[in-house]
């Protein structure tokens, strides 16, 4: 008797547990004290000897759009990589809130936590619609079967719908994805990240190749995503860096080499000469 009473309360857990896979939430030990979101500290990691990231602190704010830029080389990449738990650091300590160790995590266990990364090229299924795509993103690293087997709630639906309009895509529902524009088909992007509600996203050169319409754009979505969601943008375009950004962080041989505001750092004469001709 006792065996299936167990069992009954397995398969309801496990009922649960197929629950949250159609529908992320974040992290529940994601604790943030004093408005910070990320804290990475005192990191560094070497590359057959070469010091890719040297001693790099960063923090992100809760809500924060912040862009990086830097160089060739400058680490930002690789900053990202370690973020996202694609590398791990030969030292220092990488937090998400107060108490989630990213070091200690998998790629797919830091994006179920809340981080989400958008790679530059664009990883959308072409053959699928936009809302398709947006409902398979919902799985996200959890896996599409549990998706495809499942029927859309309201609710979900309703987060379609409020993230198609967010990417400004709400007209093109049924298009197929191969057939957006390159701009587009960043947005959808985007948006199959929002789908999996992260509370910090990762944004890797969102311009490179848009038209000055789809620049504006791009801006006006990244501007509207802060405040709901912590966002790094790493972008080489300093026009577009102009438009968005509130603060400013550069990169140069792995650590930070100076931060603020797009003025300040402008007149910044060791970012002047790490730009010569910028
Ligand atoms: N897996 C690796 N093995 C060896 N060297 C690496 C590796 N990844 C990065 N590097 C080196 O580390 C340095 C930092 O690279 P990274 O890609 O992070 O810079 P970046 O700022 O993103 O540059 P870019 O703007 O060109 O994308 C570079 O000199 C690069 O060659």
Redesign the pocket.
């Known amino acids: 008797m006792s065996i299936s009473v167990t069992t009954y309360l397995d398969s309801i857990r496990e009922r649960d547990r197929v629950f949250d896979l159609v529908a992320p939430q974040a992290d529940k030990r994601l604790e943030i004290k004093n408005g910070c979101m990320l804290y990475v500290e005192d990191v560094s990691v070497s590359?057959?000897g070469?010091k890719?990231?040297n001693n790099l602190n960063l923090y992100i704010d809760e809500g924060e759009l912040r862009c990086i830029i830097?160089?060739?080389?400058?680490?930002?990449?690789?900053?990202m990589?370690i973020i996202t738990g694609k590398?791990k650091p030969d030292t220092g300590t990488a937090y998400f809130g107060q108490k989630i160790n990213l070091l200690e995590m998998s790629e797919p266990e830091i994006a179920q936590a809340g981080i989400g990364r958008k790679f530059q090229k664009p990883t959308v299924f072409e053959e699928q619609s936009v809302f398709d795509n947006l409902e398979l993103a919902m799985a996200g690293p959890r896996g599409v079967l549990p998706t495809l087997f499942s029927k859309l709630k309201g609710e979900q639906k309703d987060h379609i719908e409020q993230v198609m309009v967010q990417i400004g895509l709400q007209e093109h529902s049924m298009a197929r994805s191969g057939a957006l524009s390159h701009g587009q088909k960043q947005w959808l992007e985007i948006g199959m990240l929002l789908m999996q509600n992260p509370r910090l996203l990762l944004v890797d050169e969102p311009v490179a190749g848009m038209t000055h319409q789809e620049m504006d754009r791009t801006a006006e979505l990244l501007t509207s995503l802060a405040g709901k969601h912590s966002v790094i943008v790493?972008e080489?375009d300093m026009d577009f860096v102009r438009s968005i950004a509130k603060k400013v962080t550069v990169?140069h041989q792995?650590s930070v080499l100076a931060e603020g505001s797009m003025d300040q750092i402008q007149s910044d004469a060791r970012v002047k000469e790490v730009y010569l001709g910028e």
């Not at 830097?70 to 900053?79: D, I, R, S």
Request: no cysteine; proline share 5%; net charge negative.
């Open positions: 590359f057959d070469f890719a990231i830097g160089p060739n080389g400058a680490g930002k990449t690789t900053m990589d590398t790493v080489h990169l792995g």
